[in-house]
T-cell receptor, first 112, second 115 residues
Framework: LAKTTQPISMDSYEGQEVNITCSHNNIATNDYITWYQQFPSQGPRFIIQ???TKVTNEVASLFIPADRKSSTLSLPRVSLSDTAVYYCLVGALNSGNTPLVFGKGTRLSVIA | DAGVTQSPTHLIKTRGQHVTLRCSPISGHKSVSWYQQVLGQGPQFIFQ???????GRGNFPDRFSARQFPNYSSELNVNALLLGDSALYLC??????????????FGSGTQLSVL
């Protein structure tokens, strides 16, 4: 599995756009990228997933450059409730035997 | 629709005891994974089961075991508890492991404290 590297922490003011970049230099051809959000004492929650280019849903956007060696989670106009830990995961398509591995994540603090 | 349910939510044990944690996946999901999360760290993979068979095992001692039942629910057992086993134990379900675009759905976890 490709190892991921993320910033340990980030701070942002309410209403700003937040971009969290994840590095996965050894990503394989059949790997996809998934981001999860976790609040204290809760399980992680799926945010967004992509393979290449750009994916957007009602919560966030995911930008993946052509070489796929990194990805950027973009959270538009964050609020205090977006304060959480964000994890970037790389997982193999149709693997069946390769579990998803979490790193330490990025702790986002949103300030009023 | 019910999400992933875990029981109990909190548990206090003493060193040397045994514990059983339970997980019910989302209806229709056939894969269950267990993770251990120590405060300040990301979740660490323990086991993955699919169709009642073990599909993956993390770097945990043999004191940790699990099984999946015909209804796809799962149990995680930990024997001879150590202080270091204190953690949040998370269960996640998915339709199929490694399925294209697999997404894990997590329960709220069981907070285990070993005294």
């Amino acid at each position: 599995l490709a190892k991921t590297t993320q910033p340990i922490s980030m701070d942002s003011y309410e209403g700003q756009e937040v971009n969290i970049t994840c590095s996965h230099n050894n990503i394989a051809t059949n790997d996809y990228i998934t981001w999860y959000q976790q609040f204290p004492s809760q399980g992680p929650r799926f945010i967004i997933q992509g393979y290449k280019t750009k994916v957007t849903n009602e919560v966030a956007s995911l930008f993946i450059p052509a070489d796929r060696k990194s990805s950027t989670l973009s959270l538009p106009r964050v609020s205090l409730s977006d304060t959480a830990v964000y994890y970037c995961l790389v997982g193999a398509l149709n693997s069946g035997n390769t579990p998803l591995v979490f790193g330490k994540g990025t702790r986002l603090s949103v300030i009023a | 629709d019910a999400g992933v349910t875990q029981s109990p939510t909190h548990l206090i044990k003493t060193r040397g005891q045994h514990v059983t944690l339970r997980c019910s996946p989302i209806s229709g999901h056939k894969s269950v994974s267990w993770y251990q999360q120590v405060l300040g760290q990301g979740p660490q993979f323990i086991f993955q089961y699919y169709e009642k068979e073990e599909r993956g095992r993390g770097n945990f001692p043999d004191r940790f075991s699990a099984r999946q039942f015909p209804n796809y629910s799962s149990e995680l057992n930990v024997n001879a508890l150590l202080l270091g086993d204190s953690a949040l134990y998370l269960c996640a379900s998915s339709y199929s492991p490694g399925q294209e675009g697999e997404k894990l759905f997590f329960g709220s976890g069981t907070q285990l404290s070993v005294l």
